[in-house]
């Protein structure tokens, strides 16, 4: 992921950070492009098919990891989730900062394939604000609540990992974004991202050379 190539940004945090509502925020002001996983669990109650996942069976998903179809996959809370393999390397094709909003797992097997990839971790500024907001999101039942709070102890273990950790305050979303935002246009300018354009540099310094 060099010069020409795109930027993949993986966005994690706890059930209730808010990432879901970041990501759709940062693809509507910055033209940044969101991958659509798949997914086996069931539609909540106004997601769309093809728009918030690809709704799957098992089967379907599990054919789909046969042929190699998913950059990776994970299961979490007892189904499995995956980031469908051609969108995002197409989108990297084409120069595009690409957002995938996904799991620790998946964000770890995403680190050893694209090394570049920009890690980050969303959070609610602390957990009672996190576990009120799963609660009145009203999507899902108490003891699924209660699962997402015990996964959300293994995820806290994988911060580490991550490049940067964001705060999503109630009512700060633009400042969440902007902060986002300033992450990746700074990325772009690492050294490491910018190997073509030193070489055409050097290659111009040339005929100074003594
Ligand atoms: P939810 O059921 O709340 O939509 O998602 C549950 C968790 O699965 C969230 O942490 C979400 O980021 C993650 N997730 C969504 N899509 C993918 C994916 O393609 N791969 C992985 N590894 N995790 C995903």
Not at 103 to 117: L, R, S
Request: include cysteine.
């Amino acid at each position: 992921m060099m010069d020409n190539r795109g930027t993949l940004v993986v966005i994690s945090g706890f059930s209730g950070a808010g990432k879901g509502t970041v990501s759709r925020a940062l693809v509507e002001k910055y033209g940044y492009r969101l991958s659509i996983s798949a997914t086996t669990r069931q539609p909540r109650e106004g997601e769309q098919d093809g728009k918030d996942y690809f709704f799957k069976t098992e089967n379907e998903f599990l054919s789909l990891v046969d042929y190699n179809g998913y950059i990776e996959y994970a299961q979490y809370v007892g189904h499995y989730y995956g980031t469908p393999r051609k969108f995002v390397e197409d989108s990297l094709d084409e120069g595009q900062v690409v957002i995938l909003e996904i799991e620790v797992q998946g964000a770890m097997k995403i680190k050893e394939q694209y090394p570049d990839a920009i890690l980050l971790f969303i959070t609610a500024p602390s957990i009672e604000i996190l576990k009120n907001r799963l609660v009145g999101r009203g999507t899902e039942a108490p003891e699924v609540i209660e699962k997402r709070m015990r996964r959300a102890v293994e995820e806290a273990e994988s911060i580490p990992v991550y490049d940067y950790i964001v705060n999503n305050e109630e009512g700060k979303l633009e400042e969440c974004m902007a902060q986002i935002h300033s992450i990746i246009e700074s990325e772009a300018c690492r050294v490491s991202r910018r190997k073509n354009f030193i070489a055409s540099l050097k290659e111009g310094l040339k005929e100074y050379q003594g």
